[in-house]
Nanobody
Framework: QVQLVESGGGLVQPGGSLQLSCAAS????????MGWYRQPPGKQRELVAR???????NYADSVKGRFAISRDIAKNTVYLQMNNLKLEDTAVYYC????????????WGQGTQVTVSS
């Protein structure tokens, strides 16, 4: 079992920055693909960024050049640095840990609210 706890959300003005953290416990996540997803109000959950065990990253087109995902294996933690935030970045952000080889698992955190507003 993996527990994922997100933190770092909050209210920020357009153009501002936030860093989200996702701390994992219960299992070492160094062999999982870690992802950040978000669910804007009234919309479906969507991928924001992912990082695999080799450190390869991919991003949604809407956040490329503004967001950066990283992981600290020693701390069992994944981060999402968000810069130049826009109104449309407002959403609940969720952390995900996924393994598609044995042992298989797919875990979600409970989410952290990010609100971009002037």
């Amino acid at each position: 079992q993996v527990q994922l706890v997100e933190s770092g959300g909050g209210l920020v003005q357009p153009g501002g920055s936030l860093q989200l953290s996702c701390a994992a416990s219960g299992r070492n996540i160094s062999t999982a693909t870690m992802g950040w997803y978000r669910q804007p109000p009234g919309k479906q959950r969507e991928l924001v960024a992912r990082i695999n065990i080799g450190g390869f990253t991919n991003y949604a087109d809407s956040v490329k050049g503004r967001f950066a995902i990283s992981r600290d294996i020693a701390k069992n933690t994944v981060y999402l640095q968000m810069n130049n935030l826009k109104l449309e970045d407002t959403a609940v952000y969720y952390c995900n840990a996924n393994r598609q080889t044995w042992p298989l698992y797919n875990y979600w955190g409970q989410g952290t609210q990010v609100t971009v507003s002037s």
